[in-house]
């Protein structure tokens, strides 16, 4: 068995735990996921989100955090970055996109590439969009008006 399918197999009893479609948190602000290994670049993307509007927003690391805080609260964005230490991006947007309560999250990748083939590699794996980082302002504006209407 692979790493990937270890993974996905450890995921598994937690995510049929869960239950019912896309919810807003408890204030009923968007919920924002970041996912980078790089602390100082979910750190960037998440002052520039809270500068952008009012957004609850969560950070973790790895695939396997991702996953699990993605399960226990659905959110309406994740930022999802492709080259993860336990898994790749495309792994996990396979493994949210699974579950029926995620499947109204939105999925944006985030990589260093700015090769075509890694932009058709997201589109196959369900991002709606491919962001390379640094990323630019205007392109993270550019996605939270699409996706939640609110943005500075």
Same mark, same amino acid.
């Given at each position: 068995?692979?790493?990937?399918?270890?993974?996905?197999?450890?995921?598994?009893?937690?995510?049929?735990?869960?239950?019912?479609?896309?919810?807003?948190?408890?204030?009923?602000?968007?919920?924002?996921?970041?996912?980078?290994?790089?602390?100082?670049?979910?750190?960037?993307?998440?002052?520039?989100? @809270?500068?952008?509007?009012?957004?609850?927003?969560?950070? %973790?690391?790895?695939? #396997?955090?991702?996953? /699990?805080? &993605? !399960?226990?609260?659905?959110?309406?964005?994740?930022?999802?970055?492709?080259?993860?230490?336990d898994?790749?991006?495309?792994?996990?947007?396979?493994?949210?996109?699974?579950?029926?309560?995620?499947? @109204?999250?939105?999925?944006?990748?985030?990589?260093?590439? %700015?090769?075509?083939? #890694?932009?058709?590699? /997201?589109? &196959? !794996?369900?991002?709606?969009?491919?962001?390379?980082?640094?990323?630019?302002?205007?392109?993270?504006?550019?996605v939270?008006r699409r996706?939640t209407?609110?943005?500075?």
């Open positions: 068995m692979s790493h990937a399918d270890a993974q996905v197999t450890s995921f598994g009893a937690a995510l049929r735990q869960t239950s019912g479609g896309w919810l807003r948190s408890a204030t009923d602000q968007p919920s924002i996921l970041i996912v980078d290994d790089d602390p100082h670049v979910a750190q960037s993307l998440r002052t520039m989100i @809270a500068d952008a509007g009012d957004y609850q927003i969560r950070m %973790v690391n790895c695939a #396997a955090d991702a996953v /699990a805080a &993605a !399960a226990d609260s659905p959110p309406a964005i994740v930022f999802l970055d492709i080259e993860l230490p898994m790749t991006g495309y792994e996990v947007a396979h493994l949210l996109h699974q579950q029926a309560r995620l499947r @109204a999250t939105r999925l944006i990748a985030l990589t260093e590439s %700015v090769e075509h083939p #890694a932009r058709e590699d /997201a589109r &196959a !794996a369900g991002f709606e969009r491919y962001l390379v980082k640094p990323i630019a302002q205007a392109e993270l504006l550019k939270l996706r209407g609110i943005a500075a």
